[in-house]
């Protein structure tokens, strides 16, 4: 069985492996998302950097050659609030970031303590 791995140099390796377009955009994402829910726990799983809120997985960085996306994991939930999920799968939606492009951090902030909101009902 698989398990996730939470060490730092093992996090800090996933954005050594990407490209350096991708690793700006990344970093910002990773860095709105710690400051908007400081509880959450970073791990790479599945390829891509997860975050994870109270053992559950919340969001994902999934990288992709001229964009990053946000993966909600709960954005299925959060669809009518925020229309700029993307995504039609039954739980999880995404926000895409282009690369070389400034993130919007104040919509990543509403979605994750939106998310967060419900994660905790």
């Known amino acids: 069985m698989r398990s996730v791995v939470r060490s730092e140099p ?7 492996l990407i490209e350096p377009d991708q690793q700006e955009v990344a970093r910002a994402l990773r860095d709105a998302l710690m400051a908007a829910e400081p509880a ?3 791990v790479v799983k599945w390829g891509n950097l997860v975050f994870t809120l109270g053992g559950q997985h919340a969001f994902a960085l999934a990288t992709h050659r001229a964009h990053v996306n946000l993966q ?5 939930d959060l669809a009518d609030r925020f ?3 993307e995504g039609s799968s039954r739980g999880s939606r995404q926000l895409k970031f282009r690369l070389r492009q400034p993130i ?3 919509l990543v902030r509403e979605v994750v303590l939106a998310s967060a909101e ?4």
């Open 72 to 76: 909600v994991f709960n954005g299925a």
């Open 104 to 106: 919007d951090e104040a």
């Open 118 to 121: 419900l994660m905790a009902h």
């Open 83 to 85: 229309p700029e999920l």
């Open 40 to 42: 959450l726990v970073p």
């Open 10 to 16: 093992v996090i800090h390796a996933w954005f050594d």
